[in-house]
Antibody, heavy 123, light 108 residues
Framework: EVQLVESGGGLVQPGGSLRLSCAAS????????INWVRQAPGKGLEWVSYISTSGDSTYYADSVKGRFTVSRDNAKNSLYLQMNSLRAEDTAVYYC????????????????WGKGTTVTVSS | SYEVTQPLSVSVALGQTASITCGGN??????VNWYHQKPGQAPVLVIYRDSSRPSGIPERFSGSNSGNTATLTISRAQAGDEADYYCQVWDSNTAGWVFGGGTKLTVL
């Protein structure tokens, strides 16, 4: 079964740090680009970050640029999101989502999502 | 940065057709993707690249994109279609993914 499983969420104080993980299984992880998407309580979806198959290309939303860092370990089929200088507005469910790729061509839609991990930033 | 706009809510009678719009400047030049999300669950892709359906999504779901508006159409609406629906595009200018604010679909 194709699956993404996030972990690492929790309660953290403003200004603190947290590292999220996303474990992939059931597909060739190294051939897929991956996004992080978040959803604040009662709000809509917000794209956070992107990482390419090899990890040599990354993009970030302006709201997290300079504070969050995405990385991956293809040998471990794992994706990470290092979150520093956390703010109350970073409180959200964080999803990792696979970008569809086929035959070496990758597209801009997310066909597999994890169930998410909850991050709460509060004192 | 590019913005897409969705109505906050859409209601449809059971068995009728619902249309959810996604507006954006010349959105027809972009590929639009649609997701639905039920409470407490992760989003699920229902339409990609304007009008294609992933495997497992019923034929009742269809999409179109023209001018400044993309539309998700749900025919013969069922109670199980109640969910929040999000459109999404890729903004090449900012190298980012853009989501609409989401539309809550209610089946009456």
């Amino acid at each position: 079964e194709v699956q993404l499983v996030e972990s690492g969420g929790g309660l953290v104080q403003p200004g603190g740090s947290l590292r999220l993980s996303c474990a992939a299984s059931g597909f060739s992880f190294s051939t897929h680009n991956i996004n992080w998407v978040r959803q604040a309580p009662g709000k809509g979806l917000e794209w956070v970050s992107y990482i390419s198959t090899s990890g040599d290309s990354t993009y970030y939303a302006d709201s997290v640029k300079g504070r969050f860092t995405v990385s991956r370990d293809n040998a471990k089929n794992s994706l990470y999101l290092q979150m520093n200088s956390l703010r109350a507005e970073d409180t959200a469910v964080y999803y990792c989502a696979r970008l569809y790729c086929s035959g070496g061509t990758c597209y801009y839609y997310m066909d597999v999502w994890g169930k998410g991990t909850t991050v709460t930033v509060s004192s | 940065s590019y913005e897409v706009t969705q109505p906050l809510s859409v209601s449809v009678a059971l068995g009728q057709t619902a249309s959810i719009t996604c507006g954006g400047n010349n959105i027809a030049r972009k590929h639009v993707n649609w997701y639905h999300q039920k409470p407490g669950q992760a989003p699920v892709l229902v339409i990609y690249r304007d009008s294609s359906r992933p495997s497992g999504i019923p034929e009742r779901f269809s999409g179109s994109n023209s001018g400044n508006t993309a539309t998700l159409t749900i025919s013969r609406a069922q109670a199980g279609d109640e969910a929040d629906y999000y459109c999404q595009v890729w903004d090449s200018n900012t190298a980012g993914w853009v989501f609409g604010g989401g539309t809550k679909l209610t089946v009456l």
